[in-house]
T-cell receptor
Framework: EAGVAQSPRYKIIEKRQSVAFWCNPI?????LYWYQQILGQGPKLLIQFQNNGVVDDSQLPKDRFSAERLKGVDSTLKIQPAKLEDSAVYLC?????????????FGPGTRLLVL | QKEVEQNSGPLSVPEGAIASLNCTYS??????FFWYRQYSGKSPELIMSIYSNGDKEDGRFTAQLNKASQYVSLLIRDSQPSDSATYLCAVIGGSNYKLTFGKGTLLTVNP
């Protein structure tokens, strides 16, 4: 079974530029998560989708971050404009249905460096 | 008070010893508890989950949960150099059902 796919793996941009990350979850997984992991910290949930609907985006900085999962499968996370403090690893995860006992499977992540 | 707290370490143990990793959480009605392992430059991978009070064993790993004390731990027996990684404690709260991670504990197993 293929795992969670993410691209690109690395991205370097200058502040105020925009950037987009792509995620394809494990086939059949209805729930998709985007996390931000700053160096030395644990992952922080940015947004959770159930199929193509948003379940939780309470920690998403909506003035600059946006995410969509239009067809309920793959998802895109965008940052516009980027700030220095956005430098982090952006992790996508998926689970079968979002149940509280389910394992979340993480993709390899996208490392973003904002200069 | 932070939602999930872990000692950041680093924790250093000799090969073959028992490594003990600890975690406390603030949401008294938290439902599910997970330990993830994260190698440097890699993504987190689940190694243990526990949902009820007591111990749960899987090979060299034992997770312990005490909901009254709001405490969860991970014991690694016969530690190997390949166990050297950051161990992340994660909790699903009882109110928002969101997976919240601690900062992680860096474990180094010395040959």
């Amino acid at each position: 079974e293929a795992g969670v796919a993410q691209s690109p793996r690395y991205k370097i941009i200058e502040k105020r530029q925009s950037v987009a990350f792509w995620c394809n979850p494990i086939s059949g997984h209805a729930t998709l998560y985007w996390y931000q992991q700053i160096l030395g910290q644990g992952p922080k949930l940015l947004i959770q989708f159930q199929n193509n609907g948003v379940v939780d985006d309470s920690q998403l900085p909506k003035d600059r971050f946006s995410a969509e999962r239009l067809k309920g499968v793959d998802s895109t996370l965008k940052i516009q404009p980027a700030k220095l403090e956005d430098s982090a690893v952006y992790l996508c995860a998926s689970s079968p249905s979002g149940g509280v006992t389910e394992t979340q499977y993480f993709g390899p992540g996208t490392r973003l460096l904002v200069l | 008070q932070k939602e999930v707290e872990q000692n950041s370490g680093p924790l250093s143990v000799p090969e073959g010893a028992i490594a003990s990793l600890n975690c406390t959480y603030s949401d008294r009605v938290s439902q599910s508890f997970f330990w993830y392992r994260q190698y440097s430059g890699k993504s987190p991978e689940l190694i243990m989950s526990i949902y009820s009070n007591g111990d749960k064993e899987d090979g060299r790993f034992t997770a312990q949960l005490n909901k009254a004390s709001q405490y969860v731990s991970l014991l690694i027996r016969d530690s190997q150099p390949s166990d050297s990684a950051t161990y992340l404690c994660a909790v699903i709260g009882g109110s928002n059902y969101k997976l919240t991670f601690g900062k992680g504990t860096l474990l180094t197993v010395n040959p």
